[in-house]
């Protein structure tokens, strides 16, 4: 009984002997002539960002708003009257088209883009489907080249094309792929990454803008995801896309003719790629840097958002954040590399170039993943941590609210979301915020251009693959793994980076439940949660080894 006391008072000082030193670190913290000074630049900093995109946010709801009273839809702005027949001018009324599907070791589903392409209603004699095979699986090389020719044995005109190196990627591809002979009697061109899988009326639903309308160089579709119901992270990355396409895509097209062309699920007009300069592998972001070329050039734009083809979301963390470090690196690096370019351009209206580069880099390419993560995720939970520091509730709280409630009420299918899955929201917001630190870090990689500036991974296609094998694993028995080859696995299941910042939320939601008196606990300790479970790689979809 004895002991137990003093084990009791032992733990009572002990407690009590943390608070004093704690107390008194981070009474120095208040008293430093450093660190406060330097939490309220980062504040200012920070608010200023939160409004920058709370007015974008606005702007956006605003705008969307008014297209979709007035019914500003793409066949009200544009003629696109469908090819009539002509008896005397046979097929010659079509115009040639060019299908490149361009391909990276994909053998979950270079089969589905493949057929999807040669399946496109337009007369055999009109379009060519070109394969640009750039894998260096030697295996999967055979199989791609084997369907092709089992199509061309249908009467398809099907090219299947190699190179001797992968320089420039997917842009040197699509490149390369235009200077074969064949396409010089083309008009346009359609573009499908692997995983693609347009509906066969896809050319009968975007040629005619390009006929019809000689200024337009782009007919844009929306992505239609097949897997997004497979786990949490499909579900999260859907209701963040369809925001993408249903407002800034919409918007973009509807006032300026101008939005980043998306990479894929497009028709080019010839014309407008070679005024451009064709494809540049300077950054990852060969589509969008095309896009603003051509924007620059007159060209413009306009976007289908009727008109849906099939694509895959990634499903494994792994892949996610190689797509998101891209897809955020990217257009940082080529803000750097045209901010110039924009500005000199004589052929655009002043208020084109605003628009590019104010809102469609300048907020929505950098300040939104930086003002996330920084803001929400570093000085916040370090105000937090000093005694009476005063955090704004407008920009912590308020603005963000509103935020999330704009991206929502401007995207239908949010709404649906919201309706059958309102629990989910939270979730969303705090694997944005994860995610915000990849896409912050791609930013800064990208805007200094150093490190992983030039860094290109093909995002994993899964296809039916995990269906597949969960089916065959079931069938064989599974031989135990070395020691070492066990133990690199789960050490490579961890991601040390988020776990990092997990514990450095936890601190701070810990110290705010004891001391605080804004409730902010709450918050930090659920983002916190987040980033532990992505940290210990509990998110997304596990693929079976198919090693035995």
Not at 118 to 124: K, V
Not at 138 to 160: D, F, H, P, T
Request: aromatic residues 14%.
């Amino acid at each position: 009984m004895e002991g137990s006391r003093k084990m009791e008072w032992v733990w009572e000082v002990m407690i009590s002997g943390a608070e004093e030193q704690l107390t008194l670190v981070l009474g120095k913290m208040k008293a430093s002539t450093i660190i406060v000074p330097l939490l309220d630049i980062s504040m200012a900093i920070c608010l200023i960002m939160s409004v920058m995109l709370f007015v974008e946010r606005v702007y956006m709801a605003v705008v969307i708003t008014i297209v979709k009273i007035s019914g500003r839809k793409p066949d009200t702005r544009y003629q696109c009257q469908p090819i009539e027949q002509d008896l005397e001018q046979g097929n010659l009324a079509y115009p040639m088209v060019l299908v490149q599907v361009p391909m990276f070791n994909e053998r979950e589903v270079y089969q589905l883009s493949i057929g999807a392409a040669c399946r496109l209603s337009w007369p055999s004699d009109r379009f060519i489907v070109q394969v640009l095979d750039d894998s260096t699986d030697l295996a999967i090389k055979s199989m791609v080249e084997a369907e092709c020719e089992r199509w061309a044995s249908q009467g398809i005109n099907i090219k299947y094309e190699i190179r001797d190196n992968r320089n420039g990627y997917k842009a040197g591809a699509l490149k390369e792929g235009l200077k074969r002979s064949y396409v010089k009697e083309c008009d346009h061109v359609a573009i499908f990454d692997a995983d693609f899988q347009p509906e066969p009326d896809f050319l009968q639903r975007t040629i005619p803008f390009l006929i019809h309308n000689p200024q337009i160089g782009l007919v844009q579709a929306r992505w239609k995801f097949v897997n997004a119901n497979e786990c949490l992270m499909t579900r999260m990355q859907e209701m963040s896309l369809n925001y993408h396409f249903t407002v800034e895509q919409e918007v973009g097209s509807s006032t300026y003719a101008f939005f980043g062309f998306n990479g894929t699920a497009g028709v080019w007009r010839m014309a407008a790629i070679e005024e451009a300069g064709g494809w540049n592998d300077r950054t990852t972001v060969e589509d969008m840097d095309l896009a603003i070329r051509a924007s620059l050039k007159g060209w413009k734009f306009v976007y289908v958002g009727a008109l849906q083809v099939k694509n895959e979301l990634p499903s494994t963390f792994k892949a996610y954040r190689y797509q998101q470090h891209r897809w955020s690196c990217g257009p940082a690096n080529l803000f750097r590399k045209m901010l110039l370019e924009i500005i000199r351009n004589k052929k655009v209206t002043l208020w084109t170039k605003v628009h590019v580069i104010y809102s469609f880099f300048l907020v929505r390419k950098i300040i939104a993943h930086i003002v996330t993560f920084v803001f929400y995720c570093v000085v916040l939970p370090a105000a937090v941590l000093v005694p009476d520091y005063e955090i704004p509730k407008w920009g912590a709280v308020y603005i963000p609210t509103i935020i999330t409630v704009l991206n929502a009420i401007s995207t239908p299918r949010n709404k649906y979301f919201l309706y059958r899955s309102i629990h989910l929201v939270v979730f969303w917001i705090v694997f944005e915020n994860v995610m915000a630190l990849h896409r912050t870090k791609g930013t800064f990689i990208g805007l200094l251009e150093v490190g992983r500036v030039n860094e290109w991974i093909v995002t994993e296609k899964l296809g039916d693959a995990l269906k597949i094998k969960s089916i065959g694993n079931a069938a064989k028995v599974v031989k135990p793994a070395a020691t070492n080859q066990r133990r690199f696995k789960f050490i490579d299941r961890f991601h040390f980076l988020e776990l990092g910042f997990g514990f450095y939320l936890l601190l701070c939601g810990c110290y705010d439940l004891i001391y605080g008196k804004y409730h902010f606990f709450i918050y930090l300790l659920l983002q916190s949660i987040a980033f532990f479970v992505m940290g210990f790689g509990y998110v997304g979809t596990f693929v079976p080894s198919s090693s035995t």
